[in-house]
């Protein structure tokens, strides 16, 4: 059985593996913090760790990206999509009306991961204006808070999942800006991952630090994919954390990695004094409402 480290019980990234896997027998170990779910698998606790990388809505997850650069060396085994369906939760009889219908305005505090309040805001804006936002470790989190603190006004952001198991109630349900709101997720670990289903395509990740003082390198960089006609789905630049000016560039690739053209692309930019580091060839799995016929 798999052991995959992974945010709390509840969350989007909870609700996430259980579609990757699709029903197999799991064993999870559930982290409140992101730096415990990165750290079971780089110390041998789990096999693998599953984190979030990319929003729809507010882009990339760059402190876990900065992990996977800079705190671990952990490859990337396999990606996909899952939407992120989240809603107010909440003890319902706080905020009952003798119609029955709930008043939103009655909130005091909106607690949850500081990446979903912000893809709430049209709703925030409408029916509580006056409330608090307060952000915390997940969205799994913010409703056990919740359920902890009765009578205070305080509702959490979150899944239906984290609502059946702390018994509370969903106040409102999709109450994301936008319905096109997907997460994507990657699953490191230093073995390969065996996954019933078959991927949609395949992907590789690269990290490229270009040489000091180098006008254009980024142009022959992108020039080695492009003449190619390597397909890049991403790229994006972080700091090195080393000087100001100072850059990565990610760059995704759909290819893998031992294919004739991505090999030599690699090789080409190499010899450009780039360095190239390959944080993983991995197979991607997209979620059935995003596949196009």
């Keep these: 059985m798999k052991r995959i480290a ?51 809505i507010e882009g990339s997850v760059s402190l876990h990206m900065d992990w996977l650069v800079n705190e671990v060396d952990i490859p990337m085994q396999a990606e996909w999509v899952y939407p992120s369906i989240q809603n107010v939760i909440g003890h319902g009889s706080e905020f009952r009306t ?19 309040i912000p893809q709430c805001q049209n709703f925030i804006r409408l029916h509580s204006p006056g409330a608090d936002l307060e952000g915390v470790n997940s969205t799994a989190e913010a409703v056990e808070i919740v359920k902890k603190n009765p009578g205070k006004g305080w509702v959490a952001i979150g899944t239906r999942l984290a609502a059946q198991k702390h018994g509370l109630d969903i106040m409102a349900e999709r109450v994301t800006d936008h319905d096109n709101n997907y997460t994507r997720f990657v699953l490191i670990g230093h073995e390969p991952v065996q996954i019933s289903r078959e991927p949609d395509h395949v992907k590789t990740s690269l990290l490229v630090t270009l040489p000091e003082d180098a006008p254009g390198a980024l142009h022959q960089v992108l020039s080695a994919f492009a003449w190619r006609k390597l397909n890049l789905t991403r790229l994006e630049s972080r700091p090195t954390k080393k000087r100001l000016g100072s850059y990565y560039f990610y760059i995704d690739v759909e ?12 090789a080409e930019i190499e010899a450009l004094n780039c360095q190239v580091r390959v944080l993983g060839s991995y197979p991607c799995y997209t979620y059935p409402s995003l596949k196009t016929t």
């Design 255 to 266: 290819e893998s990695a031992d294919s004739v053209l991505l090999t030599a692309a690699m």
């Design 6 to 56: 992974v945010l709390p019980e509840g969350s989007v990234s909870h609700e996430a593996v259980d579609f990757l896997f699709n029903g197999e027998p799991l064993e999870l170990l559930h982290s409140k913090l992101i730096s415990d779910v990165f750290r079971a698998t780089d110390s041998g606790k789990s096999q693998y760790s599953v984190i979030p990388i990319e929003n729809t």
């Design 98 to 116: 003798e119609s029955g219908e709930y008043d939103f305005g009655k909130i005091t505090k909106i607690m949850s991961h500081p990446v979903a």
